[in-house]
């Protein structure tokens, strides 16, 4: 297949012209003519861009799969612009063993959507999982909290260093945040609601950062929240950084009225939180830009802000939220969003993909910024803060190893 006519964007270029795919993969891009019988799409007006990558996406299924089955989750994800999933390990049981790989593997191999791509959970409390095990059977890399037991969580970092594995780690300290529930701030205070503390989060990052310049393992920190994390942080070309979309698009006082849409872990933080990630974002070699998908039901919504259901349903809408909120009104480049979303954590994953050049796989996304979007309520997941809301911006084609699957 030949498109043609579009404008080709990745990390570094941006370009008019044509792209090839044949046999799955990128075949050439550039001043390109038809060949004798070549189907062709017309990409006028359009870009052009390579997939994300999602490394923050929470599957409903196994456990809860009345609210998102994976075929639900996978096709959403094709309409938020994602070509490939990282899927967290806390499913309902968790990815633990190979049982419960299988089956998912099994289910996205019959769904016509994004690639799906698992994470194993490291440890069951003080207990390591087989990790050796999970790598066999496929996991692409392991994750869990810093908080695990010291031992444990060497370990894992050794784990992943012997096998060329990405180790990911959400990092908070319960000790310190107890039940809290959003930033702690003025917001929180005068809404009376338990708190999270930046510190909680930065003195984490800090622990696993020095743990990861000392072992050695690729390490990512997910869902950085908090500027004071990025305070801490020392280079170090084996330690990578997660940024989640809603926290560069919304903030704590978007939760004033107890708002449940917006209750998310790690929560919405303050203003300068968030023009601090926004920066890291734009200038971050080694930062990725994820969804931080997690679909909820309305029941799980409909209660006090302290027992709602923390996450919110972003996958399906996360290119054109982007475009909207930030490409569009010049916070973030449309090279600076792909380098984040798509470019690094294909490099993080070791995935031939993220950026428009021969060889690599047709992971690809056809954008459309002149399209706008509503952004409709989904059967069985809870609304959110965007919800009946219009976007600029829509995903008009996209192609997953060269195949079209929108």
Known sequence: ML?????????????KGA????DGAIEAVGDLSAQSGEETLDAQGKWLIPGVVDMDFHLCDPGHKRIETISESTSSAILGGITTILASPDT???????TVVEYILTK???SNGARLLLSGEIAKGTQINNIAKLFAVGVRAIEGRSALDGNVLRRAFEYALMAGKPLALICENPAIDGSGVMHEGEISARLGLPAL???????????????????GAKTLIKAVSAASSL???RPNNKLWLQVLLPHLLLTDSDCWGFNTACKIFPPLRSGDDQAALLEATKGGENLVLSSGHLSQDESSRDRPFELAGAGMDTAGIFISLAY???????KLTAHEFVRAASLNPARLLGE??????????????????????VVASRDGVARNYWSGKTLDGAVAAAFVGGARVL
């Open 3 to 15: 498109i043609t006519n579009a404008l080709l964007i990745d990390a570094e270029t941006e370009k």
């Open 19 to 22: 792209l090839r795919i044949k």
């Open 92 to 98: 309902t049981p968790p990815i633990d063993n190979e």
């Open 108 to 110: 996205a191999a019959a």
């Open 197 to 215: 503390s930046d510190f909680g989060e930065s003195s984490e990052v800090a622990r696993v950062a020095e743990l990861a310049r000392a072992i």
């Open 231 to 233: 305070g801490v942080l």
């Open 324 to 330: 909207t909120y930030l490409i569009a009104s010049g």
């Open 352 to 373: 031939p993909c993220g950026a428009l050049a021969a060889g690599l796989r047709a992971d690809l996304v056809l954008f459309d910024p002149n399209a706008k979007r």
